[in-house]
C-alpha cells in the first residue's frame, strides 16, 4: 500500500510561480513510476506530467510543457511539480498518483494510488 500526500498549493497571480510537492509512504517508491493530474469542477480530471522510475523518461501535456518541471528525489521518497509562469486555466485540484508500474505512463488507469489533492488558484 502506498499513501500520497501532495502539498505546495496555494493562491497565486498570474505569472507566479509554485513548487507542489507529493510524499510518499512505503519502501516501494523507488520502484513506482509518478504521475500529476488536475481537475476543475465539473470537468474530468487531466493529465499534467509524468515520470518513470528514475527520471529518465517524462512527458507533459501540451498545455503546460515549457512552464511545468517535474521531477522526483527517490531518497525523499518524494515527487515535484514546479510551476511557473502559472495562468488562470492552471486552477484546479492538483492531484499526486503513482503506478506499480515503472514506466511513464499519461493515462489515469495506469495509476493504482492517489493523494487527497491540493488546490492550486491563479488570480488574473
Known amino acids: 500500500q502506498v499513501q500520497l500526500v501532495e502539498s505546495g498549493g496555494g493562491l497565486v497571480q498570474a505569472g507566479g510561480s509554485l513548487r507542489l510537492s507529493c510524499a510518499a509512504s512505503g519502501r516501494t517508491f523507488s520502484r513506482n513510476a509518478m504521475g500529476w493530474f488536475r481537475q476543475v469542477p465539473g470537468k474530468e480530471r487531466e493529465f499534467v506530467a509524468c515520470?518513470?522510475?528514475?527520471?529518465?523518461?517524462?512527458y507533459y501535456s501540451d498545455s503546460v510543457k515549457g512552464r511545468f518541471t517535474i521531477s522526483r528525489d527517490n531518497a525523499k521518497n518524494t515527487v515535484y511539480l514546479q510551476m511557473n509562469s502559472l495562468k488562470p486555466e492552471d486552477t484546479a485540484v492538483y492531484y499526486c498518483?503513482?503506478?506499480?508500474?515503472?514506466?511513464?505512463?499519461?493515462?489515469?488507469?495506469?495509476?493504482?494510488?492517489w493523494g487527497q489533492g491540493t488546490q492550486v488558484t491563479v488570480s488574473s
Open positions: 515520470i518513470n522510475i528514475n527520471g529518465g523518461i517524462i
Open positions: 498518483a503513482a503506478s506499480i508500474i515503472g514506466y511513464s505512463s499519461i493515462y489515469q488507469s495506469s495509476y493504482n494510488y
